[in-house]
């Protein structure tokens, strides 16, 4: 019953969140979930997607492109569900990098996957079919991440830090986008 709860809280503040962007009332937003999972207003002109980690949430809404995103905590371990959604291209890759960036280079991996299949809605289930495009940034002294694959869906991949403490990336099917940061 808690879970039920916590799941109908968690949409009325989405739906808050939308009304507030959209510039419409909290009774005119409708949400939907595709087959994948995939959340959308009724009238399908938006997308928009949505991450909550250590006790916020990270809202991205869009018109005439798809968009996903995840925001992380960072935390000394990665979540052994999350391990599971790794190749072992990437698995070796994250081996040679971590003493460089620790955790982050993990989240950075992490989140751009998890963006990803949100943005096409195939859940996490596809994440074993997701390739990232990133590069290592000498002036910054960490991996970025430029694109993500998902299946043959190509994606474009920006890095989010709205805190210090974490660690997010918003993927679309737009080739140009520039985040925008509204704090409420």
């Known amino acids: 019953m808690e879970v039920e709860q916590s799941q109908a809280a968690s949409q009325r503040a989405l739906a808050r969140a939308l009304a507030l962007e959209l510039g419409d009332s909290t ?21 928009f997607s949505w991450s909550t980690s250590g006790g916020y ?27 599971a959604g790794m190749g072992p291209v990437e698995r070796a890759l994250l081996r040679r990098c971590s003493d460089r960036c620790g955790p982050r280079c993990f989240l950075r991996l992490w989140t751009a996957k ?5 943005t096409t ?5 596809a994440l074993r079919d997701t390739a990232v495009a990133w590069h290592w940034d ?17 994606l474009v991949a920006h890095e989010l830090v ?6 997010g990336t918003l993927c679309s099917t737009a080739m140009a986008i520039e985040p925008a940061w509204t704090v409420r």
Do not use: M, Y
């Open 27 to 47: 009774e005119q937003v409708r949400i939907v979930r595709e087959a994948g999972g995939k959340p959308r207003t009724v009238d399908g002109n938006v997308s």
């Open 57 to 83: 949430a990270l809202l991205a809404v869009a018109r005439g492109c798809e968009l996903g995103v995840d925001l992380e905590v960072v935390r000394a371990r990665p979540a052994v569900t999350q391990l």
């Open 114 to 118: 998890e963006a990803a299949v949100k």
């Open 121 to 125: 809605g195939d859940g996490l289930r």
């Open 138 to 154: 000498d002036e910054s002294d960490h991996w970025i991440v430029t694109g993500v694959t998902v299946r043959d869906v190509h």
């Open 162 to 167: 709205p805190a210090p403490q974490f660690v």
